[in-house]
């Protein structure tokens, strides 16, 4: 179900030629692939939407401790590029429940 939601976005992303989002799409399959070809060598099957979304918030984290370091650093065009993908890739989680 995910996986065709964002292969269906990263078609929806070429056509609108929309560079930031579509390479952030291909960059989620492919490490969706990977985690695949990771499950499969340990004699597991695909990964199911639930295991998807854990590693979408490892994705996730990765970006928020990396705009962590460039806005230390100073470089708030490479922090801004990790939050656009930060929000691509959080499309894709379940909304979280109010307190």
């Given at each position: 179900m995910l996986r065709d939601d964002i292969n269906n976005a990263v078609k929806d992303a070429m056509r609108a030629k929309d560079e930031r989002k579509l390479s952030t799409l291909r960059m989620v399959n492919s490490t969706i692939k990977n985690a695949d070809i990771a499950a499969r060598g340990e004699g597991k099957p695909p990964l199911s939407d639930a295991d998807l979304l854990g590693v979408f918030q490892k994705m996730i984290k990765q970006r928020?401790?990396?705009?962590?370091?460039?806005?230390?650093?100073?470089?708030?065009?490479?922090?801004?590029?990790?939050?656009?993908?930060?929000a691509i890739i959080s499309a894709y989680l379940p909304k979280q429940m109010s307190e």
């Amino acid at each position: 179900m995910l996986r065709d939601d964002i292969n269906n976005a990263v078609k929806d992303a070429m056509r609108a030629k929309d560079e930031r989002k579509l390479s952030t799409l291909r960059m989620v399959n492919s490490t969706i692939k990977n985690a695949d070809i990771a499950a499969r060598g340990e004699g597991k099957p695909p990964l199911s939407d639930a295991d998807l979304l854990g590693v979408f918030q490892k994705m996730i984290k990765q970006r928020q401790e990396s705009v962590e370091l460039y806005d230390k650093g100073g470089r708030a065009e490479l922090a801004s590029q990790e939050r656009e993908e930060i929000a691509i890739i959080s499309a894709y989680l379940p909304k979280q429940m109010s307190e």
